[in-house]
């Protein structure tokens, strides 16, 4: 079945050190693949999305490629901040009737400074 | 500009209570769902919706009831509390349009704790 695979965390990391967080997949069709963020005590915030193949999305430094060959859509930035201390959720949008969510098991990310 | 609304955002249960988490939208999304939130393992959905009049089961559907007579509205069901129901529920939004190109809307959560 449909599935979203993603690097156990935490990950933590020094200030301005590069961040790759790794997501594979397994879909039927063509599905949309999104990551989202979410901050202590809140809810999850869309944070970059990509409809079709070599797609990139990209937002507030972060960026993500939509990879068919290799059913991956690896999250990179190349210069964390402690602000960016969250957890990530890599998630895919099925392209049967329900177009339904599935979800990542989430990686928490640390950064010191 | 409210986006997804979830009330209450704390709630203390006895074992065996009923209550019902709202969940209220205004951007019109056809698609709507619940999820519960525990450590380690990431979001499960309970229930799902494709719009108005129709709901349908996710992977933990057990003990919960869901509804939906309006586009807005999305309330959860809990039929008669259990502790392994203590949780964070979180309920999302989507619009569908027959294009899986739109993300989630989510609410804020609710914490709930069943003692």
């Known amino acids: 079945g449909d599935s979203v695979t993603q690097m156990e965390g935490p990950v933590t990391l020094s200030e301005e050190a590069f961040l790759t967080i790794n997501c594979t997949y397994t879909a039927t069709g063509y599905p949309s693949l999104f990551w989202y963020v979410q901050y202590p005590g809140e809810g999850l915030q869309l944070l970059l999305k990509?409809?079709?193949?070599?797609d990139k999305g990209s937002n507030k430094g972060f960026e993500a490629t939509y990879r068919k060959e290799t059913t991956s859509f690896h999250l990179e930035k190349g210069s964390v901040q402690v602000s960016d201390s969250a957890v990530y959720f890599c998630?895919?949008?099925?392209?049967?009737?329900?177009?339904?969510?599935?979800f990542g098991t989430g990686t928490r990310l640390k950064v010191l400074a | 500009n409210a986006g997804v609304t979830q009330t209450p955002k704390f709630q203390v249960l006895k074992t065996g209570q009923s209550m019902t988490l709202q969940c209220a939208q205004d951007?019109?999304?056809?698609?709507m769902s619940w999820y519960r939130q525990d450590p380690g393992m990431g979001l499960r959905l309970i229930h799902y919706?494709?719009?108005?009049?129709?709901?349908d089961q996710g992977e933990v559907p057990n003990g919960y009831n869901v509804s939906r007579s309006t586009t807005e509205d999305f309330p959860l069901r809990l039929l008669s509390a259990a502790p392994s129901q203590t949780s964070v529920y979180f309920c999302?939004?989507?619009?569908?349009?027959?294009?899986?190109?739109?993300?989630?809307?989510f609410g804020s959560g609710t914490r709930l704790t069943v003692v």
């Open positions: 951007m019109n999304h056809e698609y």
């Open positions: 990509a409809t079709k193949a070599d």
């Open positions: 999302a939004s989507s619009s569908a349009q027959g294009t899986t190109n739109y993300g989630y809307t």
């Open positions: 998630a895919l949008r099925i392209t049967s009737g329900t177009y339904k969510y599935i």
């Open positions: 919706s494709v719009g108005a009049g129709i709901t």
